[in-house]
């Protein structure tokens, strides 16, 4: 749990995501103020050629509203705040689902780890002997000796594998703020 607590915390997707939300709450910010109309100063100057005379005018006014308050606007805003929070919900969920597989496979591997070096790997190891000490002693045949030899390389492989799994998962998690991270930058 806390594993998944700290990759949420300094997840870049989140922070994407984090970010995505605060410029929608920008927006909306920027269209409540937009529900004001803005005052706006004019000023013109003229000449008159009939009689040679100059004229400088200075306009200052707003914009009378009646019934249009930006309330389109801002509801579409407030929309795309609640799809932003939503989104980060999902991508919460999405990376703890993520963090959970890997730690399960983590644990899976480590168990396979485990079981190798405490049981399979010393029976194995018992087993070879055994069937050396039967060669030499002619109980046994080559062939016998030979199998052996080859189920205890095949389960030192198979030992190596599940060490390479336990890597594998591990590294998943270590570099797992970035998987995935620059996926949704065309969205």
């Known amino acids: 749990l806390a594993l998944t607590e700290q990759l949420l915390a300094s997840s870049p997707e989140i922070a ?8 929608e709450h920008q927006n909306l910010n920027r269209q409540i103020a937009e529900q004001t109309p803005n005052f706006f ?15 400088v005018g200075i306009q200052f006014g707003r914009p009378i509203q009646t019934n249009n308050w ?3 606007n ?3 805003a407030q ?3 609640i799809a932003a929070s939503q989104v980060v919900e999902r991508t919460r969920r999405d990376i ?3 963090a959970a597989v890997g730690m399960q496979n983590l644990a899976n591997a480590k168990v ?9 790997l010393p029976t194995a190891q018992r087993v070879i002997e055994i069937a ?3 060669f030499t002693a002619g109980e046994t045949d080559y062939l016998d000796l030979i199998t052996a030899q080859k189920t205890f390389i095949q389960a030192n492989l198979d030992y190596t594998a599940a060490i390479g799994d336990y890597w594998t998962a591990y590294c998943m998690l270590d570099g797992f703020l970035l998987s995935g991270s620059l996926q949704d930058t065309a969205q």
């Not at 994407?16 to 410029?23: S, V």
Request: glycine residues 4%; without cysteine; hydrophobic residues 25%.
């Open 112 to 120: 396979r780890i485990e079981r190798y070096q405490s049981e399979i």
């Open 16 to 23: 994407k995501k984090h970010a995505d939300l605060q410029r």
């Open 96 to 98: 703890s689902q993520r």
């Open 79 to 81: 929309s795309k705040i």
């Open 70 to 72: 930006n309330q389109g």
């Open 132 to 134: 050396e000490n039967g």
């Open 41 to 55: 100063l004019q000023s013109s100057m003229r000449h008159n050629l009939a009689n040679d005379e100059e004229y």
């Open 74 to 76: 801002i509801r579409a």
